[in-house]
């Protein structure tokens, strides 16, 4: 099928289903256009895709070959230059003309700035959005731009979606104030483990967005991210919360977004690509339908 606002790109190497029967519906968001401190986002979806050809397609501890599921890739998003909503509006108009046609995929999107979920979550209308991410990205309106990618959680919040964060360590006074009267809430990456997570998340109403901005990892193995910040999480960890999620919550939608660089093979894009491996391993191994 025809998309109004895609484009053909690299795409994952093993066969593909169409979109009309995929169960996992890839979409690339090549915009960077807000990006405050390292550019490149607009480099990620391609990043992610190319990294996949260093892994194996089968994954050990689930005893499951990823090439063999329904996944459809429908290529990258045409950006509107410099307009974080008016690119947003096309990954909304892109995911509802996916609905429309298989109601019962659910997308990926690989980014490119964190700004993006939000046309994700406006096409899903999840419940509850659950993030992985340094930064609270919480603020009203950042350098005059309230679509800028600082803005998206508080954005998503205004749409009445239920919020957890998990991962922060940077945000603004007013932005821990707007989450503590907006009952957000959120862990700090020095107190999270596991039962932070499930403490959190276990209340959520379904269906859940999962978003993970690729900055919630330690940057020692993220180094190429629009917004780099120290003391972050692990690997498995995050890999560990997400199989409880799957397990648990009826997912919406998924994404990874904030992956960077300009070289093909950096280590961010080879941590995103393993991370897009898991979730859809997870999803098929042990996810709630
Ligand atoms: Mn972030």
Redesign the pocket.
Known sequence: MEFLYTYETLKLEFPLAEPEEARYVILGVPFDGTTSYKAGARFGPTLIRQATLNLESYVLDYDLDIAELPIADIGDIAVVAGDPRKTADRVRETIEELKRVNPNAIPILLGGE?SQTLGAVEALRPKSYVVF???L?LRDSYEDNPYNHACVARRIAELGVREAMFGIRSGTREEVEFAEKGGIRWVHARDYDFDSFVELVEPLPEPVYLSV?I?VFDLAIVPTTG?PEAGGLGFWEVIEAIEWLVENKRIAGFDIM?VAGETLGNPTALTAAKLLFYFIGAMEKMGKL
Do not use: K, M, R, V
């Open positions: 964190h991410d340094a930064h990205d901005d900055d917004t904030e």
